[in-house]
C-alpha cells in the first residue's frame, strides 16, 4: 500500500498502519477518507495537499 505526507508539518498517513486514534483502521486506503479529512497534527492542509510518498 501507500503513503501521503501532509506537506506543512511532515504528518504521515500510512494505509498499511492506519491511525487508529483518528478511527481508521490499518488497511485504510488513503481514497477512502472522508473528502473533508484535514492534517490531524496542524489542521492547516486538506486531503488535496497530501503528497503521495
Do not use: N
Amino acid at each position: 500500500m501507500s503513503a501521503y505526507r501532509c506537506p506543512e508539518c511532515g504528518y504521515l498517513f500510512d494505509e498499511d498502519e492506519g491511525d487508529e486514534h483518528e478511527g481508521y483502521r490499518p488497511g485504510t486506503p488513503f481514497a477512502k477518507l472522508p473528502d473533508d479529512f484535514a492534517c490531524p497534527d496542524c489542521s492547516v492542509r486538506f486531503k488535496d495537499d497530501f503528497e503521495k510518498v
